[in-house]
């Protein structure tokens, strides 16, 4: 299971890359998209959304089942990866290269609470 220590991660297996303007990079891991099997259809937020901490903000679907994708943090979508819609299976590919969104944090302070690589591989573990 690839995870890179230098992102952050939800329970609910999103990633977090904390960008040097403060925004951040939200994508699903490695190991989601491993269960998820062959992406074929993502639908992204919109730009301007607003979401809350853990409120859907997009859908992938497989060849198996569709998941929702939830934000990690508050905050408002400034771009979504529209690639990722035309290539779904990229995801599949690179998980960590193929993002979904990005976010401008409602509260810096709220990226304290995301677990780091070691944490999540611990709830992992633990399913």
């Known amino acids: 299971?690839?995870?890179p220590t230098e992102l952050k991660y939800t329970p609910s297996h999103e990633?977090?890359?904390?960008?040097?303007?403060?925004?951040?990079?939200?994508g699903i891991t490695d190991h989601a998209q491993d269960l998820l099997g062959d992406?074929?259809?993502?639908?992204?937020?919109?730009?301007?959304?607003?979401?809350?901490?853990?409120?859907?903000?997009c859908v992938v679907e497989s060849v198996k089942a569709a998941a929702d994708v939830y934000a990690?943090?508050?905050g408002s979508v400034t771009a979504i990866n529209e690639a990722v819609v035309d290539a779904p299976e990229s995801?599949?590919?690179?998980a960590y290269a193929a993002?979904?969104?990005?976010l401008a944090p409602a509260?810096?302070?709220d990226l304290a609470g995301l677990l780091d690589a070691a944490g999540y591989k611990a709830a992992v573990d633990a399913a």
């Not at 992406?39 to 903000?57: D, H, R, T, W």
């Not at 995801?91 to 690179?94: A, E, H, I, M, R």
């Open 1 to 3: 299971m690839n995870i």
């Open 15 to 26: 990633w977090v890359r904390v960008e040097a303007d403060g925004s951040i990079t939200v």
């Open 39 to 57: 992406l074929v259809f993502v639908e992204l937020p919109e730009v301007g959304k607003e979401l809350s901490a853990g409120q859907e903000s």
């Open 72 to 74: 990690p943090v508050a």
């Open 91 to 94: 995801v599949n590919q690179d």
């Open 99 to 102: 993002w979904l969104f990005k």
């Open 107 to 109: 509260n810096a302070g």
